[in-house]
């Protein structure tokens, strides 16, 4: 009898513990997830890479060491029968240009500063993407369930037209009317179910699973036109700003390299000490003079300075096409908030008839139908203000997602209502 009240309270505990909600995610949790997106861990890692090969372009090539023989006869090989055979060890080490390896380097950590901004903007649109897709599931999600409560309609539609038949009034035509809109609202439905399957996807692909979590809040940011608050603009200018080394680099390349060799000799005494001395020691310093270059240097300067002029020809093009891109992107935005508002006024204005065409119906002045067909009508705009406040979330998180720290800057405000 004890074992059977155990078994019955740990089923119970069982039963307790699975119907509790598994431990809910935040939005900021899914941020925080998207920051360790493969987009963006790839990009950082890119970025280290060029920081590491920055380091690397400071350091001096590997020396070279030998070892050999000098002057050694062919006919009777022997370190003491003449005099300049010798024993060899040495090295060499080349000091290329360290203005050269300076101006290299530095252009590497410009590459890596780029990258960095790259991830951050990366990091910026996956947000945007989250943000777009938790808009546009609950919106389908929304009219999913508003076409099934217009079919529910649909059906007392049909009944109600049988009724009025038994009566004697000729609504056939009506019968047909209900099939062809009932239809359309089915075939929305089927796609609605493809988009649903479609963002569940793409939630997949973001952040490994379809979240259950409310939608948050998007401000309508103001940008203040400048081009260096753009994530596009800025990344281009960094391109400027890596040509600008290319041409330190050309330029440097007018100064000397360096070298130095070693050699140490060990020599042989001879028989009876015929060659008696000192084993030899040799040192070499070694400068590079720019003699042609006329044919190389040169060349390459004027190629670098061509493509510093390509890189700020490049970033106003960039700049010219965002300040287009924002404008389309807050006039889309502020389209879609007022739309928002034409359809909220509708529905209301729809609810309204609605509530007229009901208190008729009840004192026997109008028929069912009537109220039905309003009814269908509301759910079409509830419908509508489903997918256009989708579309206003959808480009406000777009329109923030261009801009360098929307969510942190003190000076970007919201628009004041």
């Given at each position: ?24 995610e ?41 070892i ?34 300076e ?22 649109r ?68 493809a ?58 390349a ?47 300067l004027?190629?670098a ?19 287009k891109?924002m ?21 209301w ?29 509301r ?22 997602s ?16």
């Open positions: 009898m004890r074992n059977k009240h155990h078994t019955i309270i740990f089923t119970a505990l069982f039963a307790l513990l699975a119907s509790m909600p598994a431990h809910a935040t939005f900021e949790a899914y941020v925080k997830r998207l920051s360790e997106h493969p987009q963006v861990e790839s990009i950082l890692a890119g970025s280290e890479a060029l920081k590491s090969q920055a380091e690397g372009e400071l350091g001096l090539p590997d020396p070279m060491f030998m050999g023989v000098d002057n050694m006869p062919i006919s009777d090989p022997a370190f003491d029968r003449f005099l300049p055979t010798s024993k060899v060890i040495g090295f060499s080490q080349s000091i290329p240009n360290p203005a050269a390896r101006a290299k380097s530095e252009r590497y950590e410009q590459m890596s500063e780029k990258q960095k901004l790259m991830a951050d903007y990366t990091n910026a996956l947000r945007f993407m989250l943000i777009s897709k938790l808009a546009e599931y609950e919106s389908v999600k929304t009219q999913k369930k508003l076409i099934k409560t217009q079919l529910g309609h649909y059906k007392e539609l049909e009944n109600t037209f049988k009724g009025q038949i038994e009566s004697g009034r000729a609504v056939y035509q009506r019968f047909s009317e209900v099939d062809v809109e009932r239809a359309e609202a089915e075939r929305k439905l089927n796609d609605l179910d988009r649903l399957a479609s963002i569940e996807a793409e939630f997949i692909r973001l952040i490994d699973n379809v979240p259950d979590i409310k939608l948050p809040e998007v401000p309508d940011m103001v940008w203040n036109k400048s081009p260096t608050a753009l994530y596009p603009v800025m990344i281009a200018a960094e391109d400027i700003d890596i040509a600008e080394k290319g041409v330190g680099i050309a330029d440097a007018f100064l000397p390299n360096f070298g130095i060799n070693a050699v140490y000799k060990q020599r042989e005494d001879g028989e009876r000490g015929s060659f008696s001395g000192d084993d030899w020691f040799s040192i070499q310093a070694q400068i590079s003079i720019p003699l042609w270059a006329d044919s190389n240097q040169k060349p390459k004027k190629a300075r061509e493509r510093e002029r390509s890189a700020k020809f490049a970033y106003d093009d960039v700049r010219r096409l965002w300040d891109q404008t389309a992107l807050q006039s889309n935005r502020d389209a879609a908030a007022k739309n928002v508002k034409v359809l909220q006024d509708k529905d204005a729809m609810k309204k008839k609605i509530d007229a065409a009901q208190r008729n119906y009840e004192a026997g002045t109008e028929n069912l139908d009537s109220v039905l067909l309003a009814k269908i009508d759910l079409n705009i509830q419908a509508q203000l489903a997918a256009v406040k989708e579309m206003h979330i959808s480009r406000a998180a777009e329109f923030n261009n801009i360098i720290g929307a969510y942190q800057e003190p000076a970007l405000q919201e628009v004041s209502e």
